[in-house]
């Protein structure tokens, strides 16, 4: 299954029960990505963000904490409740195809860690219809850096994988979404950056059972405790931390001028 039917897969009720995890131990974002999506903007304070399947609102809030309004679209009601506030962020029921956004009404249109759960035609029809003409989509994805990474990175990526009898989520942009966007937007460019993320064993389980295709219980689910704990043990410096590398994609792209 590739990623351009994900959204087959029940994406705006599969995460309900994972809510509180997500909002916990969900990893952030660097500040050079921020960075790159509000490059040549203009002023961070007079912009206006649709930040779609915002989820619990992490890169919300990182867009805000730079002075954008943003207004968070998630359709997941028990993510909505567990988000935390920010001044200028406004949490929306809505889903990516269908916004409820006014046409030409925000200078930005991101999607952290969720474009590959859209359907991706009616998805960035809606992007184009809600863009101002000089506005940009950035799609954003946090993955473990298994080419830059270390041991851990990757034995974690290993463990992960095998207790989601290799999911499909952890595929991307695919080449039919990546056509379709270039015929209402030229890709601009794609940038990536590196980071790390510290876990005591308790939040590198939290992780794990933040995403959606891990088990919650059964053999796979007491198998993967044990795995995780044990990696843990393993490679814990004298703080009792442990730190995941990331590798996080940026793709920016903008309005086609007709």
Known sequence: MTDNQLYQMNPQERFSDRAQDYAKYRPSYPSEAINCILEQLGESSSLIAADIGAGTGISSRLLADRGVKVIAIEPNVAMRQVAQKHPLVEFRDGSAENTKLPDKSVDLVTCFQSFHWFNPKPTLTEFARILQPEGRIALVWNDRDLDGGDRFTREHDYIITQ???????????????????????PLVSQHIFSSQQAFTKDSLIGLAMSASYIPQEGKVHQQLLQDLANLHQKYCDEQSLVYLKYKTSVYLASLLVK
Not at 163 to 185: E, M, Q
Request: hydrophobic share 30%; no cysteine; aromatic share 8%.
């Open 163 to 185: 207790a989601s009898n290799n999911s499909p989520i952890h595929s991307r942009l695919d080449g039919k979404s990546g056509t379709f966007i270039k015929s209402l937007f």
